[in-house]
């Protein structure tokens, strides 16, 4: 069973940086699509960023330039490396996975249960 399982997460205050990984077990995949996503109270979810089964990176707009995605295809480990943290980036950050896909919304068929982020002003 494919079971995907975020760390990471925190308190920081603005301008502060955190790393977040996303462990994949029981997964057959060596090339999968990977992305991740975040929800802020009382708000809908939002995708972040995605590295698909190329390596090609894309972010969202309010996020580009401070969040690096990457992906450990050997340790089935994907991680988000946020710097220059701001309040509005308080949310819970879940990562998704799927066997295979390109571009920046693969059809996510796995996900995690998520890690909260928190950013003081």
């Known amino acids: 069973q494919v079971q995907l399982v975020e760390s990471g997460g925190g308190s920081v205050q603005a301008g502060g940086s955190l790393r977040l990984s996303c462990a994949a077990s029981?997964?057959?995949?060596?090339?999968?699509?990977m992305g991740w996503f975040r929800q802020a109270p009382s708000k809908e979810r939002e995708w972040v960023a995605a590295?698909?089964?190329?390596?090609?990176?894309s972010y969202a707009d309010s996020v580009k330039g401070r969040f690096t995605i990457s992906k450990d295809n050997a340790k089935n480990t994907m991680y988000l490396q946020m710097n220059s943290l701001k309040p509005e980036d308080t949310a819970i950050y879940s990562c998704?996975?799927?066997?295979w896909g390109r571009g920046s919304r693969c059809p996510y068929n796995y996900w995690g249960q998520g890690t909260q982020v928190t950013v003081s002003s």
């Open positions: 998704a996975a799927v066997r």
């Open positions: 029981g997964y057959p995949y060596s090339r999968p699509c």
């Open positions: 590295i698909d089964s190329d390596g090609v990176t």
